[in-house]
T-cell receptor, first 114, second 110 residues
Framework: EAGVAQSPRYKIIEKRQSVAFWCNPISGHATLYWYQQILGQGPKLLIQFQNNGVVDDSQLPKDRFSAERLKGVDSTLKIQPAKLEDSAVYLC????????????FGPGTRLTVL | QQQVKQSPQSLIVQKGGISIINCAYE??????FPWYQQFPGKGPALLIAIRPDVSEKKEGRFTISFNKSAKQFSLHIMDSQPGDSATYFC?????????FGQGTTLQVKP
């Protein structure tokens, strides 16, 4: 079974530029999560989708971050414009359903904002 | 109330020794307590998990001890191996939303 795929793996941008990350969850997984992991910290949930609907986006900085999950499969997370403090690893995870506890994580995208 | 506090921040253990990592939580609504292992450049991977209706769960060399009254849980790694060197995160959740601890970097010396 293929795992969660993410791209790109690394991205370096200047502050105020925009960037987008892509995630392909495990086939059949209805729930998709985006986490932000700042160096030396645990992952922090940004947004949770159930199929193509948002379940929880309370921690998403909506003035600059946006995410979508079209057709309930792949998802994109966008930052526009980026700030220095957005430098982090962005992790995508998926699970069978919103109340299924086991989440499977992708390898992440390491973003550096200069 | 949504925080999960993890200690120690780093840990060095000799090969064959026991590694112990502790976590504490406040929210009594949490009903699922997993431990994740993360290697450099990789995403976290589920190691072992427990629900609050049991006090201990063992899978191979990994054991979770859970103290509901104290709102604490811990990971014990028996016979620690150099391949166990990684960052370990405890987490707690309610309805699928995981709250992670700060992480513990474990180094197992040969």
């Amino acid at each position: 079974e293929a795992g969660v795929a993410q791209s790109p793996r690394y991205k370096i941008i200047e502050k105020r530029q925009s960037v987008a990350f892509w995630c392909n969850p495990i086939s059949g997984h209805a729930t998709l999560y985006w986490y932000q992991q700042i160096l030396g910290q645990g992952p922090k949930l940004l947004i949770q989708f159930q199929n193509n609907g948002v379940v929880d986006d309370s921690q998403l900085p909506k003035d600059r971050f946006s995410a979508e999950r079209l057709k309930g499969v792949d998802s994109t997370l966008k930052i526009q414009p980026a700030k220095l403090e957005d430098s982090a690893v962005y992790l995508c995870a998926s699970s069978l359903a919103w109340d299924t506890d086991t989440q499977y994580f992708g390898p992440g995208t390491r973003l550096t904002v200069l | 109330q949504q925080q999960v506090k993890q200690s120690p921040q780093s840990l060095i253990v000799q090969k064959g020794g026991i590694s112990i990592i502790n976590c504490a939580y406040e929210n009594t609504a949490f009903d699922y307590f997993p431990w994740y292992q993360q290697f450099p450049g990789k995403g976290p991977a589920l190691l072992i998990a427990i629900r609050p209706d049991v006090s201990e769960k063992k899978e191979g060399r990994f054991t979770i001890s859970f103290n509901k009254s104290a709102k604490q849980f811990s990971l014990h790694i028996m016979d620690s191996q150099p391949g166990d060197s990684a960052t370990y995160f405890c987490a707690a959740s309610n309805t699928g939303k995981l709250i992670f601890g700060q992480g513990t970097t474990l180094q197992v010396k040969p």
